[in-house]
């Protein structure tokens, strides 16, 4: 068979019988060379004779496909008979045309005959759009290398699906079942093919409950498809995954779909060392999500304050510091005083809520100038992003707003808080540094006198471990009955007579000598320890005037002081009565100095106790007047005897005309209340005087006696 009788044949319309001719020719040369020219006739006259064209569509379907198996040429009766445009083929990998009926062994046997120039015909099964079958008798003819030395091969298909008619049905059967099976899967599976010049990509299978879930959340009025969703710039790009599964990658990554966060796994296709498709599978995690999210929350957020905490103070600390600002910015920490005491005798769910009032002060001065953190128990952090002049000045405004008066289900309380601070590029340049050193300075804060702010200094670090050995040794001093009361007298200004005697605790450290209660009483109170200490300070007390009592002296007052802890506690009352009872002790003579600061804390509750205390027939006092709130209002209802200038107001009486007004108004104001006023430190005969001028009724201080031990205390007061 030449090439004319060919073009013979072709005028006869008898196309398909020099095509079986060519595929049963004897010779394997012989049938390539007829083939290249059926090939050349075809490519070359085709267009030359409508009459033949028609032919040619009438018996069969032509495309054409590279040797890496991409379309190149499809005619449009088989884009027509398939459902797809032209352009939704061309360029894509003929696997978009596979129908899941042949195994990859089908077409490794098929692309190894037509790799070796020879002709292959068969019967293929082909999926359409919308997912029908149709049988093809096909015959792939490889056609002579182009310019570039490309090989491409020419596929004609006869539409014989009538014929296949049973086992089409067997395959649309079988094939139902593989896509309920599917559909009937939480997740979704899929599979996706690239456009081989645009590089563009789309979905050739789209199945699962979760693939169901994403078509109905499509904008279908607007001709949205789920390839523009998941490929569209608007929505979150996920081309480049796909790119790395292309390239041979498997790839696991999480993405957004309209309000859903999906996590996708790709996975690719192999074919003759080249990637073909991608298949994939995607799960909803966005209930996990949420759940991560409620993690976070707990992980990182207070679930009282909902302040970030102490775990993300530290995260966002590293990472400020990590950057190396060039402007400074200080680490605060902010301490509720006392607030162990608050949860001990009202209760924590009264602490939580003082905790959550002072969270609020606290943001509301920081606003936008830095972060607050509950960083655990009664302690703030705050990054403060200001100049150390700024810092400074809000700290100040911080403690003024933390002290404002808090009332929580009748109870008022005036909280105070210590600060310590430490400035990036002065007093550290590192997280850890900054953290430790405002902690150093916030622990001296407190043991100098609380309700104030201190930064820190190296002098601070120097000393803050003889700190810590010595709040040690406080509690071996305890046990080891190292503490001793010393004795000051109390005298009637007008008279000179003792009328009383207040108790001082000292302490005579077997090592480091005489250590001062301004020094050990804060570290006592911070610790928890002076509970045990006030106890055996008021037990030593009683079991001493009982002991003078006895051995004839005439009973004398004895005032003891009171830690605002130790009045706070529930049971201070029964506690006392219990000393009394043990010591045989007469209530009238035991005398309970507060300070103004300590009653202040916890108003209604302290009155009560102090009430409790009264009917027992102990005398009250209040100490340090004038030295904390402006507590006037409260005087007529504390039920107290006697009134304690603080020796601020009588040293300086003398010298300063504002506070020897003070001093005046003060015993005035206590006279009023049916008060006697107590006059602290008077060491000068002028001062005396002048409580005397002011009718002022008791005065201590060194001008008569400094404190003393009870031995040497017996021989000013009882001449023995």
Not at 167 to 185: H, T
Not at 708 to 716: R, Y
Request: proline residues 2%; aromatic residues 12%.
């Amino acid at each position: 068979m030449t090439t004319d009788t060919i073009a013979q044949v072709l005028e006869y319309n008898q196309i398909e019988a020099v095509l079986d001719k060519i595929y049963h020719h004897p010779t394997e040369e012989m049938k390539s060379k007829l083939t290249g020219e059926l090939y050349q006739y075809l490519k070359n006259h085709l267009h030359k004779y409508d009459v033949l064209k028609d032919m040619i569509s009438e018996a069969f379907q032509v495309l054409t496909i590279d040797d890496n198996g991409y379309i190149i040429y499809i005619d449009e009766s088989f884009c027509e008979q398939l459902g797809y445009q032209p352009q939704e083929l061309l360029y894509h990998h003929y696997r978009i045309l596979h129908a899941g009926v042949h195994d990859d062994a089908f077409y490794e046997g098929m692309w190894q005959t037509i790799r070796q120039k020879k002709v292959w015909k068969g019967d293929i099964c082909t999926a359409s759009k919308s997912k029908q079958m149709f049988w093809f008798r096909t015959i792939i003819i490889p056609n002579a290398n182009d310019q570039q030395g490309d090989t491409s091969y020419t596929v004609f298909r006869t539409d014989i699906s009538d014929v296949k008619q049973d086992d089409q049905e067997l395959v649309e059967a079988l094939d139902d079942d593989y896509r309920r099976l599917f559909s009937q899967l939480m997740n979704l599976t899929f599979r996706v093919q690239r456009h081989k010049k645009t590089q563009a990509y789309r979905f050739r299978m789209f199945e699962g409950k979760l693939a169901h879930k994403l078509t109905s959340l499509l904008n279908s009025d607007q001709g949205e498809t789920i390839d523009d969703v998941f490929f569209h710039e608007n929505y979150e790009p996920i081309d480049h995954f796909f790119a790395q599964a292309f390239e041979g990658e498997e790839v696991i990554f999480k993405h957004y779909f309209k309000d859903l966060v999906l996590y996708t796994m790709l996975s690719p296709i192999y074919e003759k060392n080249e990637v073909m498709e991608v298949v994939g599978s995607t799960i909803d995690i966005s209930s996990l999500e949420e759940a991560e999210k409620k993690v976070r929350q707990l992980a990182y957020y207070d679930s009282l304050t909902q302040l970030p905490n102490r775990s993300k103070f530290r995260d966002d600390l590293k990472h400020l510091v990590s950057r190396k600002p060039s402007n400074g910015f200080a680490v605060v920490y902010c301490d509720i005083d006392r607030l162990k005491y608050i949860n001990d005798t009202l209760g924590e769910g009264i602490g939580d809520q003082v905790i959550d009032t002072m969270a609020k002060r606290l943001n509301y001065f920081i606003e936008d100038k830095g972060v607050v953190y509950r960083y655990g128990g009664d302690e703030f952090s705050i990054i403060i992003d200001a100049s150390k002049t700024q810092v400074t000045r809000l700290a100040k405004q911080l403690l003024q707003a933390i002290k404002q008066p808090t009332t929580i289900k009748g109870h008022e309380f005036f909280i105070t808080s210590s600060m310590g601070l430490s400035y990036y590029g002065i007093d550290a340049w590192t997280d850890e540094e900054l953290i430790h050193h405002a902690s150093v300075a916030v622990h001296y804060c407190k043991m100098n006198g609380r309700n104030s702010y201190m930064y820190y200094t190296p002098k601070m670090n120097e000393s803050y471990q003889d700190i810590l050995l010595l709040e040690a040794d406080i509690r071996k001093a305890v046990q080891r009955h190292e503490f001793e009361l010393y004795y000051q007298p109390q005298l009637n200004v007008s008279n000179g007579d003792v009328m009383g005697l207040e108790a001082l605790i000292r302490w005579e450290h077997p090592k480091k000598g005489s250590i001062s209660p301004g020094t050990f009483i804060p570290l006592a109170e911070e610790s928890g320890i002076i509970t045990q200490i006030g106890e055996w300070v008021i037990g030593e007390a009683c079991r001493q005037h009982v002991a003078w009592v006895g051995q004839g002296f005439d009973p004398i007052r004895i005032a003891v002081n009171v830690s605002a802890i130790e009045l706070q506690r529930f049971d201070f009352a029964d506690r006392v009565a219990q000393i009394l009872a043990d010591t045989k002790m007469d209530p009238r003579f035991l005398e309970i100095e507060i300070t103004e600061n300590s009653v202040m804390q916890n108003t209604e509750d302290c009155i009560q106790t102090m009430n409790t205390l009264k009917q027992m027939g102990i005398s009250l006092s209040i100490d340090d007047f004038g030295t904390g709130y402006s507590s006037f209002g409260y005087l007529k209802q504390f039920p107290i005897n006697f009134l304690k200038i603080d020796q601020s107001f009588v040293r300086s009486a003398l010298k300063e005309s504002s506070s020897s007004e003070i001093v005046k108004a003060m015993i005035q104001l206590a006279h009023t209340f049916g008060l006697k006023v107590v006059a602290e430190g008077v060491e000068e005969a002028d001062i005396l005087a002048l409580l005397q001028d002011h009718n002022c009724d008791y005065y201590q201080g060194y001008y008569y006696s400094r404190p003393l031990p009870a031995e040497k205390l017996e021989k000013v007061i009882y001449n023995v």
